[in-house]
């Protein structure tokens, strides 16, 4: 059983910055890709930036130069610094890791952190 744990949502007032982090537990053996999805009412669910494991980082149009994933094997988390935020970065934001875990490749996601700009 393999859990992902969000933090670091909250209200940030437009042009802020915040830090999403998530780690992952429970009985893993190595993680492959991490990333960051957000989803908004009425929306499907988007991807914002993915980390490989040993590829250049990859983002949505409509966060790059703003957003920075990175990822810390050792530690089993991937975080998402949000810089220059909008109103339109309002969402819930969903970590998303490929686990390899007793044998098994699974996706995981975690349970969100919402995240709300606004003045």
């Known amino acids: 059983q393999v859990q992902l744990v969000e933090s670091g949502g909250s209200l940030v007032q437009p042009g802020g910055s915040l830090r999403l982090s998530c780690a992952a537990s429970g009985s893993i053996f190595s993680i492959g890709p991490m990333a960051w999805y957000r989803q908004t009412p009425g929306k499907q669910r988007e991807l914002v930036a993915k980390?490989?494991?040993?590829?250049?980082?990859e983002y949505a149009d409509f966060v790059k130069g703003r957003f920075a994933i990175s990822r810390d094997d050792a530690k089993k988390t991937v975080s998402l610094q949000m810089n220059s935020v909008t109103p339109e970065d309002t969402a819930v934001y969903y970590c998303?890791?490929?686990?390899?875990?007793?044998?098994?490749?699974?996706?995981?996601w975690g349970q969100g952190t919402q995240v709300t700009v606004s003045s």
């Open positions: 980390m490989p494991v040993s590829l250049m980082p």
């Open positions: 998303n890791m490929i686990v390899m875990g007793g044998g098994v490749l699974r996706e995981y």
